[in-house]
């Protein structure tokens, strides 16, 4: 009996021991720039739009134009997604203190919110309960289990920028919490990179991953080129999504495998400034086509940019050989009621267009200056700000093998009081 006793003392007190620390990816910063970045999240329970916006601080219809749900329906903020939904949420990304973090992201407690309920299931994972601590110290949180109700918190959700490339190419960063199911294999494929792009911006030694891990996935995206004085300067829109802008006037878009930008007015738009281009009677985003002998007479009204409340528009005339091939636009879907059965299955993670069903899809071609297919990303995101190459990860302290190792030396002293 008292070997089994001391077998029951020692396993305790193994249970006890440090586990492996969750990674995270880290980019070190110094200016005060903000760039468009994307956090992946799982709902926690069925949410509407406008909840789900306002957990994050973002607008109802950029979230859903991110995830390429039709906004067109009615009522379409007050639709209820479904628990366990996937969906790419929109932030932007700040310097903070010198590291890469969310800004203007609140939560307001409710009854029965801990610390820990918030990180877990409130924000999936997306950060712990000490990183919400540190952030609010003026805030009441001595005992992270009593909350006072409606206490207002910042939440740093994590987020990274690289310049806003991959390999020299366009890009967006979302951050993306690892499930126990998930292989970095599983992630390159479904996020169209490759293993050792995804190693390369999360500073990896190896391919392992764990559950709770977040990594920095790079996705393909259409980078804009308006001026710096624009409101909406550096806007970039990911392969697949849309982005809103000019107050709701302007939509724009990246179709898949595109590398260009094409924006045009925005179903929702109302009260807005001219659209057309000056000296001429094409609208944001026309684009008319002429075959000649020498080629083929492209002229496009291109939207350039937010100035100062107006929208601001550029009329191009170009030759080229041959006239261009449709606008290929994101598909567009229903508000989803359910979760796709893919979402559950064995790595890969949930899928590109954000983990939502294929119902009721609505696309639409105009005539275009023509899409540039872009290749997956390879070797690590060359081009990026300095250091960024270098992203520093949250190491463990403790890994597997340690611990199994300190297991075989108990049970091998229990064995031999035994004798």
Same mark, same amino acid.
């Given at each position: 009996m008292?070997?089994?006793?001391?077998?029951?003392?020692?396993?305790?007190?193994?249970?006890?021991?440090?586990?492996?620390?969750?990674?995270?990816?880290?980019?070190?910063?110094?200016?005060?720039?903000?760039?468009?970045? !994307?956090? +992946?999240? =799982?709902?926690? =329970?069925?949410?509407?739009?406008?909840?789900?916006?306002?957990?994050?601080?973002?607008?109802?219809?950029?979230?859903?134009?991110?995830?390429?749900?039709?906004?067109?329906?009615?009522?379409?903020?007050?639709?209820?997604?479904?628990?366990?939904?996937?969906?790419?949420?929109?932030?932007?990304?700040?310097?903070?203190?010198? #590291?890469?973090?969310?800004?203007?992201?609140?939560?307001?407690?409710?009854?029965?919110?801990?610390?820990?309920?918030?990180?877990?299931?409130? %924000?999936?994972?997306?950060?712990?309960a000490?990183? #919400?601590?540190?952030?609010?110290?003026?805030?009441?949180l001595?005992? @992270?289990?009593?909350?006072?109700?409606?206490?207002?918190?910042?939440?740093?959700?994590p987020?990274?920028?690289?310049?806003?490339?991959?390999?020299?190419?366009?890009?967006?960063?979302?951050?993306?919490?690892?499930?126990?199911?998930?292989?970095?294999?599983?992630?390159?494929?479904? %996020?169209?990179?490759?293993?050792?792009?995804?190693?390369?911006?999360?500073?990896?030694?190896?391919?392992?991953?764990?559950?709770?891990?977040? !990594?920095?996935? @790079?996705?393909?995206?259409?980078?804009?080129?308006f001026?710096?004085?624009?409101k909406?300067?550096?806007?970039?829109?990911?392969?697949?999504?849309?982005?809103?802008?000019?107050?709701?006037?302007?939509?724009?878009?990246c179709?898949?495998?595109?590398?260009?930008?094409?924006?045009?007015?925005?179903?929702?738009?109302?009260?807005?400034?001219?659209?057309?281009?000056r000296?001429?009677?094409?609208?944001?985003?026309?684009?008319?086509?002429?075959?000649?002998?020498?080629?083929?007479?492209? =002229?496009?009204?291109?939207?350039? +940019?937010f100035?100062?409340?107006? #929208?601001?528009?550029? !009329?191009?005339?170009?030759?080229?050989?041959?006239?261009?091939?449709?606008?290929?636009?994101?598909?567009?879907?229903?508000?989803?009621t359910?979760?796709?059965?893919?979402?559950?299955? @064995?790595?890969?993670?949930?899928?590109?267009?954000?983990?939502?069903?294929?119902?009721?899809?609505?696309?639409?071609?105009?005539?275009?200056?023509?899409?540039?297919?872009?290749?997956?990303?390879?070797?690590?995101?060359?081009?990026?700000?300095?250091?960024?190459?270098?992203?520093?990860?949250l190491?463990?302290?403790l890994?597997?093998?340690?611990?199994?190792?300190?297991?075989?030396?108990?049970?091998?002293?229990?064995?031999?009081?035994?004798?």
């Amino acid at each position: 009996m008292p070997a089994f006793a001391t077998l029951i003392f020692l396993l305790a007190l193994v249970a006890f021991l440090p586990r492996a620390a969750p990674k995270s990816t880290i980019e070190p910063c110094s200016n005060s720039d903000t760039c468009s970045s !994307l956090v +992946g999240y =799982t709902l926690y =329970t069925d949410l509407k739009v406008s909840e789900v916006a306002s957990l994050f601080s973002v607008d109802p219809i950029s979230l859903l134009l991110t995830n390429a749900i039709d906004i067109s329906y009615p009522d379409v903020e007050n639709h209820i997604l479904p628990s366990q939904l996937f969906v790419k949420i929109p932030i932007p990304c700040s310097c903070v203190d010198g #590291i890469r973090k969310s800004s203007g992201v609140s939560y307001k407690t409710r009854p029965s919110d801990t610390l820990s309920s918030i990180s877990a299931a409130v %924000y999936g994972g997306l950060v712990s309960a000490d990183q #919400i601590k540190e952030a609010n110290p003026k805030a009441e949180l001595s005992d @992270p289990s009593v909350i006072a109700v409606g206490t207002q918190l910042s939440i740093p959700l994590p987020c990274t920028c690289f310049n806003n490339s991959d390999n020299n190419l366009p890009a967006v960063y979302m951050s993306y919490v690892v499930r126990d199911v998930d292989t970095l294999a599983g992630i390159a494929a479904r %996020y169209r990179t490759t293993v050792s792009d995804l190693m390369n911006v999360n500073a990896l030694g190896n391919a392992e991953i764990k559950d709770g891990d977040i !990594l920095a996935i @790079p996705l393909s995206a259409c980078a804009s080129n308006f001026p710096t004085y624009a409101k909406d300067y550096g806007l970039v829109v990911p392969n697949g999504s849309y982005a809103i802008t000019a107050s709701h006037c302007v939509q724009c878009s990246c179709g898949p495998g595109s590398r260009n930008l094409y924006c045009m007015p925005a179903s929702l738009a109302v009260s807005c400034s001219s659209m057309q281009c000056r000296n001429s009677n094409l609208m944001l985003g026309n684009i008319t086509t002429q075959q000649s002998a020498a080629g083929c007479n492209v =002229t496009s009204c291109s939207y350039s +940019g937010f100035v100062n409340g107006s #929208i601001s528009s550029t !009329l191009s005339t170009f030759l080229q050989p041959r006239c261009p091939g449709s606008q290929q636009f994101p598909q567009l879907t229903a508000p989803p009621t359910v979760v796709p059965e893919s979402l559950f299955s @064995p790595a890969p993670s949930p899928s590109e267009s954000g983990g939502f069903p294929g119902t009721n899809p609505r696309s639409s071609t105009v005539p275009s200056s023509g899409a540039v297919l872009g290749f997956p990303p390879a070797g690590g995101p060359s081009g990026s700000v300095p250091g960024s190459s270098g992203a520093c990860s949250l190491m463990s302290h403790l890994t597997s093998f340690p611990i199994m190792l300190v297991f075989g030396f108990i049970v091998k002293f229990v064995l031999s009081m035994s004798l």
